[in-house]
T-cell receptor, first 111, second 115 residues
């Protein structure tokens, strides 16, 4: 099956700085890559996703890049704010059936 | 519009006891999922249901059974609970979007402890 690795496990940045979280996947058939944000005591919430026919996608302060050849994808958050502090998960899926998640990155944005 | 609801929120079981976790969604989604979340391991798929009447095993199905009762409801059953099943359980539902994505909506979770 698919194996998704996520780094770093914790990330601390100063407010206003950028944050980058990286994931690699093992199954070249995976074609959908969502990113989720999980706040304490809540379920994960989708923040951005990308399909394998696209190399980059941006939504305001967040962006995701995908390198199919190297089988890795990254989440970029610019101008970080304290409310961005949460745990972020990447995931990979083939045709939206099984989803495989990374182990999570705890982001701490210091005011 | 409540989204995805799960009951109960918390549960403590003794080893060997059985229980059913309930999940319901009101978004008319075809696909539903059950995950478990353990510290440092992200979410792992237990079972999923691509449509009413179908269920398939995920990454960690052993010790669990599921029922897709109708389009709205997807339940997870532990027949004989073990301490290794102590975890937070999340239900999710999704539908393929116009843009080709597949946003999963998650419930608030059930925190289960097995003693």
């Amino acid at each position: 099956g698919e194996n998704v690795e996520q780094h770093p496990s914790t990330l601390s940045v100063q407010e206003g700085d950028s944050a980058v979280i990286k994931c690699t996947y093992s199954d070249s058939a995976s074609n959908y890559f969502p990113w989720y944000k999980q706040e304490l005591g809540k379920g994960p919430q989708l923040i951005i996703d990308i399909r394998s026919n696209v190399g980059e996608k941006k939504d305001q302060r967040i962006a995701v890049t995908l390198n199919k050849t190297a089988k890795h994808f990254s989440l970029h958050i610019t101008e970080t704010q304290p409310e961005d502090s949460a745990v972020y998960f990447c995931a990979a899926s083939y045709n939206f059936n099984k989803f495989y998640f990374g182990s999570g990155t705890k982001l701490n944005v210091k005011p | 519009n409540a989204g995805v609801t799960q009951t109960p929120k918390f549960q403590v079981l003794k080893t060997g006891q059985s229980m059913t976790l309930q999940c319901a969604q009101d978004m008319n989604h075809n696909s539903m999922y059950w995950y478990r979340q353990d510290p440092g391991m992200g979410l792992r798929l237990i079972y999923y249901s691509a449509s009413e009447g179908t269920t398939d095993k995920g990454e960690v199905p052993n010790g669990y059974n599921v029922s897709r009762l109708n389009k709205r409801e997807f339940s997870l059953r532990l027949e004989s609970a073990a301490p290794s099943q102590t975890s937070v359980y999340f239900c999710a539902s999704s539908e393929r979007g116009v843009g080709g994505g597949n946003e999963q909506f998650f419930g608030p979770g059930t925190r289960l402890t097995v003693l």
